[in-house]
């Protein structure tokens, strides 16, 4: 019985070894394991303090481009202003050229009253064509709008006879359109 008791001895001893051996194997796998996730986490913190570094930076540029593009806007509608304000001041030139170009030479403006940017019109013309052509050439220019025959009436000027008139229309100084430039403005004044 000894012999079998030591090698049972020597069975539990072995037996004994494997379990000690295969739990270090299990402890250096869970040691590997957790220096490798330690190192993991470490590089995918790095990455995320890089990301949050680059969107910071990106942040401030984008932060940079929108007010640069509010002050492109503030600048634009400055402009805008000042273009509208120099049409302005040259519109009423630039409205009685289109009116002397309007009128046909068989017609006569005899009065023309302005307010609020409704202008009267009143004159003289040999007929009713006349009239309706001083209207529609009137009608092409970019400072007046809406016009319209107020009335025409009969009128006998010694052997004459004349239509005479009264057209409304609308009269925008600035023009409709771009208006005309600078260079063909001065272009026009030289």
């Given at each position: 019985m000894p012999r079998e008791e030591a090698r049972r001895a020597a069975t539990r001893q072995r037996d004994q070894g494997f379990v000690v051996l295969a739990l270090v194997g299990l402890l250096a796998v869970i040691l590997l394991a957790e220096i490798w996730t330690r190192t993991q986490a470490a590089d995918v913190q790095a990455?995320?303090?890089?990301?949050?570094?680059?969107?910071?930076?990106?942040?401030?540029?984008?932060?940079?481009?929108?007010?640069?593009e509010a002050r492109l806007r503030e600048l634009s509608a400055k402009r805008d202003t000042i273009d509208l304000l120099e049409r302005q001041r040259r519109g009423p030139v630039y409205v009685l050229e289109d009116?002397?170009?309007?009128?046909?030479?068989?017609?006569?403006?005899?009065?023309?009253?302005?307010?609020?940017?409704?202008?009267?019109?009143?004159?003289?013309?040999?007929?009713?064509?006349?009239?309706?052509?001083?209207?529609?050439?009137?009608?092409?220019?970019?400072?007046?709008?809406?016009?319209?025959?107020?009335?025409?009436?009969?009128?006998?000027?010694?052997?004459?006879?004349?239509?005479?008139?009264?057209?409304?229309?609308?009269?925008?100084?600035?023009?409709?359109?771009?208006?005309?430039?600078?260079?063909?403005?001065?272009?026009?004044s030289s």
């Open positions: 990455e995320v303090r890089q990301n949050r570094a680059e969107l910071t930076e990106l942040d401030k540029r984008y932060q940079e481009s929108l007010r640069t009116l002397g170009a309007a009128t046909p030479d068989a017609l006569w403006l005899t009065e023309m009253s302005e307010s609020g940017g409704s202008v009267v019109l009143k004159g003289q013309g040999l007929d009713n064509q006349t009239i309706a052509l001083f209207m529609r050439q009137l009608e092409t220019s970019p400072y007046f709008s809406r016009v319209d025959l107020v009335e025409t009436k009969h009128l006998e000027k010694g052997q004459a006879e004349l239509k005479e008139f009264t057209i409304r229309a609308q009269v925008a100084y600035a023009g409709v359109g771009p208006g005309p430039t600078a260079e063909s403005a001065e272009g026009a």
